[in-house]
Structure formats: structure tokens, C-alpha cells
């Protein structure tokens, strides 16, 4: 949608629009060629765009020049594009927050005869044509940006005409991983909750966190947000030590757990009833993280508010900075990612199932324990950081660096699909009846209480990431971790076919639904191990480590 757009912005909405298009195509160009950016500042210029910006219903007619003709008289647009969901929707990002107020100005409120209407203007609008014959006979001319992944099967075909299995891991990355235009509406979400959040607390702000932010995001993954009070001013002002000085009247209550419960109740209360958009609003005030879930309709996005949960805003901007050290980090992950999904292994559903985020910690720490390691513990990154990204969150230390060029790798030259093997490898042999995973020191330690799987909270160190997993589960894991190992060490499937009859190979075998072992086959391949290798994995299930990967 955004090809071409300088001649057709020109065509239809005059010069002033291409050179701001212009500009900010020059600095997206220098923005590439910058340094990293730490999350913060990311968020930051995000956040910033989602305010200049607006969702707008479009009817399936609708015509692309005459929209944005339209639009323009408001002022300079940036950005736009189009997508589905129930229905054409278009984001709008002007060059300047004027333009939507303008826009506010010109906007009328909707006439209902027998409905009742809650008068809360939000920046979510419909588009209206009531003069327009010509657009009703017309094509709809503009191309929408898909915000959901591809089927699992067109995947599986995809991969499979790749040439070789890092090219898969790759292309499989590019498929899965949140889109420009997806991570804006995810950001443009946050910026109309707050909208209505500000009308109790005017300083308050809405952040996007979990894996919307941290880089292994797939397509139609929640919409994680945190309510952030801690900018309001006022928290870290000193009382004047003489004179006469004011402070706020403010009321009290037993517990900062009860503060966050009431203010998302309230606020929980607010999205229900007047937000428009969002739908199946629950209040889960009693979780160990109270939350307000919700369904927002016009992105399609499945939401979880949270508003005490600023330790898991540190593990989200981590686990972002462990994925920009090394494109091969979250190539591994997104790839793990998609064939614990593909085999069940994790779930939408909340249960005693391996979730992703203790998944990704498992690759990081695998990646943690290679010779030379691919990325640095965090304890060492810790040691790396500088005054001001000092951190203590309840008593947890959250300190760590930010600033990506403090940050020297060793050299390691492994290919994505060595990784992917030796990471089936090290999991099918890993001693989890006596070792917790633990990316703070890079080594395996002992476990500090009985779980079958224990992986140490980075920040929250007394805490097990995956304490709802059973042994079930584990073992379910484990024997896929055999399984595939055993298939990427059979050469057969694991030599690139022709590429036109796009057999499944390599990573596209690991994939397919038919592999799916659970224990039952599991129990099967015991009795034919296929080589010594095999049966040296399976011992591993017995609980009997034979080859203990305790920190490598
Ligand atoms: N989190 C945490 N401890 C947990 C679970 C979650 O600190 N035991 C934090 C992590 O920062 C995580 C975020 O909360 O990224 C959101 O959790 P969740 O939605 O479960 O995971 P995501 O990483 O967002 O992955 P998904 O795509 O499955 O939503
Ligand atoms: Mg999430």
C-alpha cells in the first residue's frame, strides 16, 4: 500500500504530502542505519505516532484517492494503510496532532432513533458517503495488509521450496514475525485506551508489552498493556526540609495489590461501557497479576490490561535486547516458537502447557551455553550497565545495560540449522528432574524446589517462569525434542527436494501434524531405536542424564 504512494499522494492530494512523505522516508532510511535502539526509545516514537493517528470503518467501496483527498484537508497525512477485520478498516497517521483535532471538529455524532448513544468521542471513526452513486458502483481500489499469519499448511509448502534449512528458519521468521503496519495498530490500540484512562489520571500513559514489543511477536498474537502510573509527577518530589509546602490529599487503601484492582475495575469499567470496539470485557481481579481482558473488534486484537506489572515491562525490553544482539536469536525462537504450536505443545488456552515465554527463555539459555556463547548472560549484562539503566522493582534487581554498542559478542559462526538441531538435542538430554534453567548465570543450576520444569524468573529470581507445567507436558517436549532431532539426523528428509513439487523437507517435516508423537509414539520408537544415538536420547527420559548439559 505504501508503493508508489509519492505519485499517487501527488496525483490526488497535492505537493505537501510527498515532501513529508519524502521526509520520512529519508528518516526511516537513517534510522536504518543507526545504531539499535533500546525498547524505550522505540516506544517512545511509537507512542508518538499512535497519537497523531486515527482508525477510521471504511465501507468495502471506498475509494482510495477520494479518502485521502478527503482526509488531506485536515492536514499533511504521513502514513496510512488499509486491512480486514469484520470489515475495512484504515489507519490514518497525520504529520501533525492539529490535524486530528481538526478531523474532531468536522466529525459528527451518530443520529439513532431507537438506540441510545454513549457521547464519548474516540479517535475510532466511521467513514459516511451519503451523496456517493459512483463510489457504490465501484471497485474498492485499495490493497489491505494482511495482519494474520499464513495457514499452517501454506507454511509448511512455503518452506519447503527454501533451498536449504537456514533459508526455512528464515522465511519462516518473515512470515510469522508482527508486520510494520501490525505493531503501529498495536501501539495505535494502546493510544485510544488511554484516551479514556486519562479521563481519571490525565498523566497515566498505555504501554504496549510481552511479545507486541519484544521482536518475537507472531500475527495474531494478545495485545499485552500495562496502565503506567509512574509518570504522574509528583512520586519522586522532596518535601521542601523548611517553610510551608503542599501535598496532595489522597485516599489510602490496604495494599498496592488493592490500588491496582480498584483502578481496573474503574478503568476495566470505563472500556466495557463506553469504549467503542470493545467487546467480552472480564474482570480478573483475583489473578496473581490482576487483569481486564477484552476483545478489541476493530483490530482483532485480544487484549490483557494490567496495571502492577512493571517487572515483566523489564523481561519484555530483555528479552528484546537478547533478540537485536543476533538475527539468529530470533530466527531460533520464532522456529521453535511455530513447531511447539504446530505440535501442541503450547496453547491459546491458559493450562498446564509450556508457554512461550518460558519457551524463549528455554533458547535463550540454550544459546547462552555454545562454545563460544551466542549471547551474553545477564549477569554479565548486568555488569555492563551504566547509571542510568539501574532498576530495583520491589526489592527485584532489574539493572541491565541498554546501550547496544557496550555490548561485545564472541564469535560464533553456527549455522541456524546446527543450532536447531543441537537445541533438540540439548533439550531431549537435559537433566530437568534436578536442573533449573537459568539465563542470569548461563548455567544450569539446582533446582531450588520440586517442579518438573524449573526456569528461574530473570528478575524475580524466587519465582518459576514455568511452575503450571506438569510432567505430562514436559514429557510430551522432551519426546518431540527427540523426535525431531532424530528427523533432522536422517539425511533423506533432510536434503532440499525440487523445488517445484515442494515435498516437505527439512524444518517443513518438523512441521507437519502427522509427526506429532505424544507420549504413545514415543513409547513406539523405543522399541526400534534407530541408532545408538536415539537410545542414548530416550535414557534421557528415564530421567537418567546421560549426557548432562549442566551450563553446556
Ligand atoms: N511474563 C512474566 N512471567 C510470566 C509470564 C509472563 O514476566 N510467568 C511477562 C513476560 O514479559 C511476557 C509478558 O509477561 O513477555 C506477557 O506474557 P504472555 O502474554 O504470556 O507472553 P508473550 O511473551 O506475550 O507471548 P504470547 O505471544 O504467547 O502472548
Ligand atoms: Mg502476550
Redesign the pocket.
Known sequence: CFQNIDTFLCRCIGTNAVVARNEATRKDETDEKDERKPLHAVRVERQEQAERSVLISCHSGTNEKKFLKYLSRHGVIKKYFFYESYGVYAVVEFANRESVASLFEEATIPSVSNDSIVPFKSRLLSLRNLSSVDSLNKQSDYQCQPQTTIPINELIQKLSREESIDHQMTSLTEAYQLTEENSRLRFLVCSLLKDIAVAYFPECTIKP???SV?G???LG??L?MFLDLDGIHGWNVKMPKSGLSLEFQMKRANSERGVTQSILSVVGECVDQFEPGCVGVQKILNARCPLVRFSHQPSGFQC?LTANNR??MK??EL?YLYGELDPRVRSLVFTVRCWARAHSITSSIPGAWI???SL?IMVLFFLQTRRPPIIPTLDHLRELAGPADKSVIEGNDCTFVSDFSKIQLQTNTETLERLLCEFFDFYATFAFSKMSINIRKGKAQNKPEVAPLHIQ?PFETSLN?SKNVNTTQLQRFVALCQESSWLLHQSESNMPRDGETATPWGLATLLLPSQVTGIKSCKKRRQEPASERIRSLLESLKGVPVLPHQGG
Open positions: 508489552f510481552g511479545s519484544n518475537f511477536g507472531k498474537c494478545d499485552d490483557d517487572v515483566a523481561s519484555t528479552l508457554t512461550n515465554f524463549t524468573n517462569v
